[in-house]
């Protein structure tokens, strides 16, 4: 739903990087996966199409993965709840499967590695 926004934010802000030595809009990114995933995990019949469509999409996926491996405590947290998605909701196509299968390894060391703990300012 919202991958070009991501992409959008995370390119000006490696643009800025280069400029002004700051990271990535962190807060930004954080509050756009979070409205994300509050409209993916609403029940309601005209969001399930969009649930559907955006649960088996192989770049959403990558996305999410590619989210998980950054420092951001409070980015990791929406990644994590995105990932969750993928695994949790049924009807996966089975080009996810696949991947999914492929990337168990890696899906179950990104999770190992998170640890809520205190939250950051960011948080």
Same mark, same amino acid.
């Given at each position: =739903? ?9 390119? $000006? %802000?490696?643009?800025? @990087?280069?400029?002004? $030595?700051?990271?990535? #809009?962190?807060? &930004? ?12 995990? @609403?029940?309601? %019949?005209? !969001? @399930? &199409? ?7 999409? /192989?770049?959403?996926? &990558? ?8 420092? #951001? ?5 929406? +990644? ?9 909701? *049924? ?8 991947? =999914? /299968?492929?990337?168990?390894? +890696? ?11 205190? *939250? %950051?300012? %960011? !948080?």
């Amino acid at each position: =739903m919202f991958s070009s926004i991501y992409k959008e934010i995370l390119s $000006e %802000d490696e643009e800025q @990087k280069n400029n002004e $030595e700051e990271g990535p #809009n962190f807060f &930004a990114i954080k509050e756009l996966m979070k409205l994300e995933y509050q409209l993916l995990t @609403k029940t309601e %019949d005209c !969001f @399930k &199409a969009m649930v559907h469509e955006w649960s088996n999409s /192989k770049e959403n996926l &990558a996305q999410v993965m590619d989210m998980m491996c950054y420092e #951001n405590v409070g980015l990791k947290y929406e +990644a994590i709840l995105q990932l969750s998605l993928f695994l949790l909701m *049924p009807n996966r196509s089975d080009l996810i499967l696949s991947l =999914m /299968k492929r990337n168990k390894q +890696a899906i179950v060391i990104l999770l190992q590695g998170f640890e809520l703990g205190k *939250p %950051d300012e %960011d !948080f």
